[in-house]
C-alpha cells in the first residue's frame, strides 16, 4: 500500500460510503422501491440459513448489480441489524485501487466494528487485487459473515470462483438488463388483470378461448414494447423523458467504459480504437453468423487472432452474448459458426444511433430477436441446459434458438412481422421432436395458436406478450 494511504483517508471514504453507520437507513435515492428478480434470487443465496454461500451479482455496467445490494442493505436495517455490523466497499474508488482488501478490511475492524457477525457487500470486486484470495480467507476463517459482490466482467469472476479458492464458496447471480416484465414494472405501466400459472412456452395447453382472453388483456401493452426495444432495457434510462440523451449517455456511460476503462484496465488492452472496430461490426450484425476471417478481411489492420480475442473480451464485459449451434437431429455434429447478438438491443441503437426504429421492419425484427434471446438466456440461466441456434450445415436451413436440457428442448422462430409465414419445409416444422409444439414469435397480437403441418405442430404467440409473461412467471415465482 502507498505510503501517502493512511488509515484516516480510508475511514473517510468509509463513511461516505456507508451513510447508515450514523442515520440507520439506506437513502431512496439508492434503496430504490422496484424489487427485480435477480434481487429476489441474490437474497435467497445470501441468506440462506442452511446452505452458506458468498453471492456474486454479475452483469453489465448500469443493470441495477449496486441497487441489489442497497435494497440488501436496506432490508438488513429493517431486520434490525446494527448498521455498523454492514460494510459497503467500492473498489472503483482510485484509492482503494491502490489498497488491498486485507488494509480497508482491518481499518473498518478497528475503527467501525469488531463484531464476528458482518456483512460485506463488495462492489466491483475485479478491481481488488487477489480478490478470490481474501475472499476466501474471510470465508474461511469467520462462520459467521455474509458476502455480497458485484463484477462486471463475468468469465474472468466465473474463473476466480470456479479456482480452487472459490470452489464451493460462490453462488453466481446473473443481472441482465431489465426484462420486459420488469420495465413495466418499472414505469408503473397498469397491471393486465391475468392469472398464469404455466410457462408461456406452454399456452398451448390452453383453450383457444383462455388464450384469447390474456393476448386480448395484455395488447395494451404493444407500444411500450417498443420503446422498450429502442431504449427501456437500463433502469436509469428506462425513466427518462428525453430518449436522444438517453441514448447518448447510454454510450458515453455504459459503451465507452465499458471498451476505455474497463477492458485496459482488467485486460490491459492497449489498442482500445480496435475494441471498438470489432464492436462496431458485430452491432451492424447483430443475431447474425459471424465469421471471423470475413471480420479479418473487412477490419484493416486488425489480425484474426486480435478479432477473437476482442469478441472474447466483449463477451466478458457483458456487451454481446455468443450463441453456439447446438444439433436438434442427434445425428451429427455441427459444423458452424457462432452466431452474436449484442446484449441488449437499447445498447446497439445507442452506437449505431438508431433513435426511431419503429418504422423500420428490418430493424424491429432484429432487435425483437436479441430481446427474445437474452430473455430465454436470462430465464433459463440457472438451469442445466444450452440456449444456442440450429443451422443445417448443409441445407442452409436455421431455428434462430434453441433450448436444450438433458429432458426437454425447446425450439424457437421469430417472425416479428407483419405476416409471419412459416412454410412445411422450413426448419421449424421439419424439426418438430413429436413432445410440444415448436414456437414461433409473432408481431401482431393476433397471430397466436397452434398450426398442424400433416403431424407437425407450431405454435405462434406474440412477442410482447411472450416476453411479458415470461417476467410475469419469473416474478411470481419469488413471490407467492
Known amino acids: 500500500m502507498a505510503e501517502f494511504i493512511t488509515s484516516e483517508k480510508i475511514l473517510n471514504i468509509l463513511y461516505n460510503y456507508n451513510p447508515w453507520w450514523q442515520t440507520d437507513s439506506v437513502s431512496t435515492q439508492f434503496n430504490k422501491k422496484m424489487k427485480r428478480v435477480a434481487y429476489y434470487e ?18 453489465a455496467r448500469r443493470t441495477g448489480k449496486t441497487t441489489i445490494m442497497y435494497q440488501s ?45 458482518v456483512y460485506f457487500f463488495f462492489d466491483e470486486i475485479q478491481y481488488a487485487e487477489d480478490w478470490d484470495v481474501w475472499m476466501k480467507v474471510l470465508y474461511d476463517t469467520n462462520p459467521n459473515i455474509r458476502i455480497m459482490a458485484t463484477g462486471s466482467a463475468s468469465p474472468i469472476l466465473n474463473d476466480k470462483v470456479k479456482s480452487e479458492s472459490g470452489l464451493g464458496r460462490w453462488t453466481v447471480i446473473s443481472v441482465p438488463t431489465l426484462s420486459f416484465f420488469e420495465y413495466c414494472e418499472l414505469l408503473n405501466i397498469e397491471k393486465p388483470n391475468i392469472a398464469l400459472n404455466i410457462k408461456p412456452t406452454q399456452m398451448y395447453l390452453l383453450s383457444h378461448q383462455e388464450q384469447l382472453n390474456i393476448f386480448k388483456k395484455l395488447e395494451y401493452l404493444q ?27 447510454l454510450r458515453e456511460d455504459i459503451v465507452d467504459k465499458a471498451i476505455k476503462r474497463d477492458l485496459p484496465a482488467i485486460y490491459g488492452t492497449r489498442n482500445v480504437s480496435d475494441v471498438e472496430k470489432v464492436f462496431l461490426f458485430l452491432c451492424y450484425s447483430s443475431s447474425n453468423i459471424i465469421s471471423i476471417d470475413t471480420m479479418t478481411k473487412e477490419l ?24 453456439e449451434p447446438i444439433d436438434v437431429t442427434g445425428k451429427k455434429v455441427l459444423k458452424v459458426k457462432n452466431k452474436i447478438y449484442i446484449s441488449d438491443a437499447a445498447i446497439r441503437n ?17 432487435l425483437a430477436e436479441t430481446a427474445v434471446f437474452k430473455h430465454i438466456k436470462s430465464f433459463y440461466f440457472n438451469e442445466p441446459c444450452k440456449v444456442g441456434y440450429y443451422r443445417d450445415g448443409q441445407k442452409g436451413k436455421e431455428i434462430d434458438i434453441v433450448v436444450k436440457g438433458n429432458k426437454f428442448m425447446i425450439m424457437m422462430e421469430v417472425k416479428y412481422r407483419e405476416k409471419s409465414d412459416i412454410k412445411e419445409t422450413d ?21 397466436f395458436g397452434i398450426e398442424d403441418y400433416n403431424g407437425k405442430l407450431i ?13 410475469y412467471i419469473e416474478f411470481n415465482n419469488y413471490n407467492k
Open 350 to 366: 445507442a452506437v449505431l444511433m438508431n433513435d426511431n426504429i419503429s418504422s423500420n421492419p428490418e430493424e424491429l425484427g432484429m
Open 223 to 249: 407500444p411500450h414494447f417498443i420503446r422498450y426495444l429502442n431504449v427501456g432495457d437500463f433502469p436509469e434510462l428506462a425513466l427518462s423523458k428525453d430518449d436522444y440523451y438517453a441514448q447518448r449517455i
Open 300 to 323: 484493416t489492420g486488425v489480425t484474426r487472432t486480435t478479432v477473437q480475442k476482442y469478441i472474447e473480451q466483449l463477451e466478458a464485459a457483458n456487451l454481446i452474448y455468443i450463441s
Open 427 to 447: 426448419a421449424i416444422v421439419q424439426n418438430y421432436d413429436g413432445k410440444t409444439p415448436n414456437l414461433v414469435i409473432t408481431k401482431r397480437g393476433d397471430d
Open 73 to 117: 442493505i436496506a432490508s438488513l436495517l429493517e431486520q434490525k441489524v446494527s448498521s455498523k455490523n454492514i460494510l459497503f466497499i467500492s473498489l472503483e474508488h482510485p484509492l482503494f485501487k491502490l489498497c488491498n482488501l486485507e488494509a480497508i478490511i482491518n481499518v473498518y475492524k478497528e475503527n467501525i466494528c469488531s463484531d464476528e457477525f
Open 42 to 59: 441474490a437474497n435467497h443465496a445470501f441468506l440462506h440459513e442452511t446452505i452458506r454461500r458468498a453471492t456474486l451479482l454479475s452483469g
Open 459 to 471: 405454435y405462434r404467440i406474440p412477442a410482447y406478450a411472450f416476453l411479458y409473461l415470461l417476467g
